[in-house]
């Protein structure tokens, strides 16, 4: 009778051995693999809102107006409203009127009075459907952005030695600012900001 080749006990527990060791290796690059990949794909997904929100913003600053409504008591309010001056919605951070074209009406501009409020971690975007409120006017609102610990808006302006310089409000009820600084950051600690200029600006 011929010997018949095979595996000895010892070789086969060295390749089961070898091979125990590569699947660990192997697993543990492929953890690392698909730990990146929906790493990557959350900040891509973090980006693409940034995006939308920064499109949004400047969107309503490069239609601003100089033009004062009034509020829900009848009383004038500037074209632009900021910060500490305004009275109306917990954490808002700048109101303004924006002259929204309209593609389904092609491109006619329509008026809107829209604010950004930051409140409880999230940024939202009101609008509302008349210029010159009544208290019954409703407000609708849009959250953009969650799982932020900060927003700030703030305003760049020649002063009267034309200097140019940045504050935290816009006093001026005649004129809009050079420009607008939004500064977003998330509560991971990243900031992200941008610098728009007006053209309605001086």
């Known amino acids: 009778m011929r010997n018949q080749a095979g595996f000895t006990l010892l070789e086969m527990m060295v390749?089961?051995?070898?091979?125990?060791?590569?699947?660990?290796?192997?697993?543990?690059?492929?953890?690392?693999?698909?730990?990146?990949?929906?790493?990557?794909?959350?900040?891509?997904?973090?980006?693409?809102?940034?995006?939308?929100?920064?499109?949004?913003?400047?969107?309503d600053l490069r239609y601003a107006l100089l033009r004062p409504v009034?509020?829900?008591?009848?009383d004038v309010e500037a074209a632009l409203?900021?910060?500490?001056?305004?009275?109306l919605g917990p954490g808002e951070l700048l109101r303004l009127t924006s002259a929204q074209p309209n593609?389904?009406?092609?491109?006619?501009?329509?008026?809107q009075r829209v604010a950004w409020r930051f409140n409880d971690g999230k940024l939202s975007r009101i609008?509302?459907?008349?210029?010159?409120?009544?208290?019954d006017s409703t407000e609708y609102e849009r959250i953009l952005l969650?799982?932020?610990?900060e927003v700030v808006i703030s305003f760049w302006g020649y002063n009267e030695?034309?200097?140019?310089?940045?504050?935290?409000?816009?006093p001026d009820t005649e004129k809009?600012?050079?420009?607008?600084?939004?500064?977003?950051t998330l509560n991971s600690g990243r900031q992200y900001r941008r610098l728009l200029e007006l053209t309605t600006g001086t």
Do not use: C, H
């Not at 409203?81 to 009275?87: K, P, R, T």
């Not at 030695?161 to 816009?170: F, H, K, N, R, T």
């Open 15 to 59: 390749a089961i051995g070898i091979f125990a060791v590569i699947a660990a290796i192997s697993y543990g690059t492929l953890n690392r693999f698909i730990d990146n990949r929906a790493l990557v794909e959350q900040k891509n997904d973090e980006l693409k809102k940034l995006q939308q929100v920064m499109m949004l913003f400047e969107r």
């Open 70 to 74: 009034r509020d829900g008591f009848g």
């Open 81 to 87: 409203v900021s910060g500490a001056d305004l009275e």
């Open 103 to 111: 593609a389904a009406m092609n491109n006619i501009q329509r008026l």
């Open 127 to 135: 609008t509302w459907r008349v210029l010159d409120r009544d208290q």
């Open 146 to 149: 969650d799982d932020l610990s």
């Open 161 to 170: 030695d034309e200097v140019l310089g940045i504050q935290a409000d816009w």
């Open 176 to 184: 809009m600012p050079d420009g607008i600084e939004f500064l977003v």
